[in-house]
């Protein structure tokens, strides 16, 4: 033929082979696909003795026609594909033969992909009375929690959240202080008496309440006079009696009374069981 290839014509008989004429002959057939179709084919020389000449037979196999079907699929790791009984479940190309019901062959061609399924650790902290979402999924306790969600490539994604709860932190404080002195509490300063609620911050972020009561000891400082003897009138104290003119403590002069030995002014130093100090005005003695 034009295109190189040569033109067969098809003697199909449902019967076998023709039978040769009286003056014709068969030569022995050969088995080949002629017609690329993947079967098996006779192909006979056929002597034509009334005209000398020597035809070619070519008789079709159309018991079986073979094919190849392409299949792609892509999967999750974990999925499988089964084509005919053998099953696969890594990426990669394989060719699986299939034979019919008729005894004939067919070929599939599998190009599989396996998409990895995604498997993350995640370990998060937050403090008491917040919550933590993962896809759908909300937790506020502390534990291992294993959260399935799909990824993007449309495969499962697992999540292993370790989840953390800091408590909030709640101080109850006490404290005896002196007049004029500060307390402080965080950013915050006190310097009277009452209740105070602070609210701080945790090394983990979370609310470290303080709730602090505060006392201001006043020391009553005040002094009697009773003719030349002078009493303070804090009790339960330390006393230390002071000579305002000399500006010096009088030695042994350490009770609650002192009666001085001679005209001048005097006042007394106060210490209370606090450790408040205190100093009363001076007091004339004529």
Not at 107 to 115: E, G, Q, Y
Not at 190 to 197: A, I, L, P, S
Request: contains cysteine; hydrophobic residues 30%; proline residues 3%.
């Amino acid at each position: 033929m034009p295109n190189g290839k040569p033109n067969f014509d098809k003697f199909l008989s449902p019967i076998g082979l023709p039978v040769a004429g009286k003056k014709e002959m068969l030569n022995p057939p050969s088995l080949v696909d002629i017609d690329g179709d993947g079967d098996l084919d006779v192909f006979i020389v056929q002597e034509l003795k009334s005209s000398e000449n020597y035809g070619i037979g070519f008789y079709e196999n159309t018991l079986c026609a073979s094919n190849l079907v392409n299949v792609s699929r892509n999967i999750c790791s974990g999925d499988s594909v089964k084509i005919g009984n053998q099953v696969f479940k890594s990426s990669g190309e394989y060719y699986v033969t299939i034979e019919k019901a008729n005894h004939c062959d067919s070929t599939v061609h599998l190009s599989l992909i396996v998409k990895p399924a995604s498997n993350q650790n995640q370990q998060k902290s937050i403090c008491q009375g917040e919550a933590y979402t993962v896809g759908s999924h909300t937790y506020n306790q502390t534990g291992l929690y294993q959260v399935k969600l799909s990824s993007v490539n449309g495969c499962d994604s697992i999540i292993n959240l370790n989840l953390t709860v800091h408590p909030t932190v709640t101080t109850n404080l006490t404290k005896s202080l002196c007049t004029g002195e500060v307390f402080t509490i965080g950013n915050q300063t006190f310097t009277q008496t009452g209740k105070y609620e602070v609210k701080l911050k945790t090394n983990y972020g979370c609310d470290s309440i303080v709730i602090a009561m505060l006392t201001f000891n006043t020391l009553d400082n005040g002094v009697t006079q009773s003719q030349n003897t002078l009493t303070a009138n804090l009790t339960g104290a330390q006393y230390q009696w002071f000579d305002c003119i000399t500006l010096t403590d009088i030695v042994s002069a350490t009770g609650q009374s002192y009666t001085p030995t001679k005209n001048g002014k005097y006042s007394v130093k106060l210490t209370d069981g606090n450790n408040c100090k205190s100093v009363s005005a001076c007091m004339i003695l004529y």
